[in-house]
């Protein structure tokens, strides 16, 4: 899952880097792992790397860490500071995770949030408003911090779950290169296409893992790994069974105001364990649990021996994906057809997101518009349907006398 929380308020993303991101944590618990800037707006400036906490202070204020200068033209006091893009393993890969005896997990996860930022970045924009325009343009640049957190926040006290995650904290700013400055970004679209960016994230993490000897199964929103028993990733689930339970005390379904709700009710991380304590916890949780006694858990997660799932071919993905789109409208955006054609393809390693990309961008029988920064599109068979029914209503003008 992928998260997008605006911060408006440069007291908040200070506080947020002193009390959840400093680097004395890292050191103090094994938790967490120092954080690092990453993206060409950070190479532009020379100081891609480590984070410090000038200089993420600094660029909360929209100042140069380098010169010490105002980092963009426009400062205002209700600016937005920037946003935190985070993202979530599925339960089973956590588990799995803090459980192993090697980072091997955490690095397929890292390098596919990386991969994923970089898509985002790709994407990036700024606002035009000289000479009389008023238009968006794209930059492809962008700065942000990465920390990798391994626990969830804490519920009525007891040890926090083990929960592989990431914040981005991507700072609002960007290079203009027309204008050769730097510039305010504009995220609205970002935000519009996060469900695009976050099938991206799932298909790029589940072809790392299975190239890693693990097996996938889809779910409805993400995948999970086969072999880890329910009742295990029940367990380590009570950040999520909380949120539930206040959700429907409140009668809250919408998405957005669940993920609201789950900012609002997290309690503070907990310090002074170590990670070799909470593993030592968290086993004996699972001990306790009893798992072998019904026969599971005593089964490869790993390199275990199954059948090869389906040859798939980047056509299937994007019929496949196209079919359920344009059921029920005419008109679609391009990225919520990826979205439906990458996630379609999760479990399946034969196939990756290029190969689905490209062949959506080759597919003639899809019709593409520009509008503005957006791509609508519709399909030949559509089309032919909708022009169907206009002269149908055509053909009927005049046949009957009016009530």
Not at 309 to 334: G, K, N, W
Not at 357 to 380: P, S
Not at 381 to 397: F, K, S
Request: net charge neutral; proline share 4%; aromatic share 6%.
């Amino acid at each position: 899952m992928i998260r997008m929380v605006q911060s408006s308020s440069a007291g908040q993303a200070r506080e947020y880097f002193n009390s959840s991101l400093r680097r004395s944590d890292y050191y103090l618990n094994g938790q967490e792992r120092p954080g690092n800037l990453c993206g060409r707006v950070a190479e532009r400036l020379g100081i891609a790397g480590p984070v410090t906490k000038n200089t993420f202070q600094a660029l909360c204020e929209h100042i140069n860490p380098v010169s010490g200068q105002s980092l963009t033209p426009r400062k205002t006091e209700n600016r937005t500071v920037g946003y935190d893009i985070n993202f979530h393993c599925p339960n089973s890969l956590s588990i799995l995770h803090v459980l192993s005896q090697d980072d091997h997990i955490l690095d397929a996860f890292q390098a596919s949030v990386q991969e994923t930022m970089q898509a985002i970045e790709e994407d990036a924009q700024t606002r035009v408003r000289k000479q009389g325009k008023d238009e968006d343009r794209l930059t492809g640049e962008l700065i942000w911090t990465d920390f990798i957190h391994q626990t969830a926040r804490p519920v009525d006290g007891i040890v926090p779950d083990p929960h592989l995650h990431a914040h981005c904290f991507v700072f609002n700013v960007t290079w203009d290169a027309v204008e050769n400055e730097f510039k305010a970004g504009q995220f609205r679209d970002i935000k519009r296409d996060m469900p695009y960016y976050q099938a991206r994230f799932h298909k790029i993490l589940s072809d790392k893992l299975i190239t890693l000897g693990y097996r996938i199964r889809r779910t409805p929103t993400a995948f999970e790994i086969e072999g880890v028993p329910e009742r295990i990733v029940d367990l380590f689930s009570k950040r999520t069974n909380e949120i539930g339970r206040i959700a429907r005390e409140l009668g809250v379904t919408d998405p957005a105001q669940l993920d609201q709700l789950g900012a609002r009710t997290r309690a503070k991380k907990q310090k002074g364990l170590t990670m070799t304590q909470l593993k030592e916890a968290w086993r004996k949780h699972i001990h306790s649990l009893c798992m072998n006694d019904r026969g599971e858990g005593d089964q490869l997660i790993r390199h275990a021996p199954y059948q090869e799932p389906p040859y798939l071919i980047p056509h299937a993905c994007v019929s496949h994906a196209t079919s359920l789109r344009f059921e029920r409208a005419s008109v679609m955006q391009d990225r919520r057809i990826l979205e439906t054609a990458y996630r379609n393809s999760i479990g399946n390693a034969t196939v990756n997101i290029d190969q689905i990309t490209h062949n959506f961008e080759a597919d003639q029988r899809i019709l593409k518009i520009k509008d503005g920064a957006k791509t609508l599109c519709t399909t030949k068979e559509v089309l032919a349907e909708e022009q169907q029914m206009v002269t149908l209503a055509r053909h009927g003008q005049g046949t009957l006398l009016p009530l």
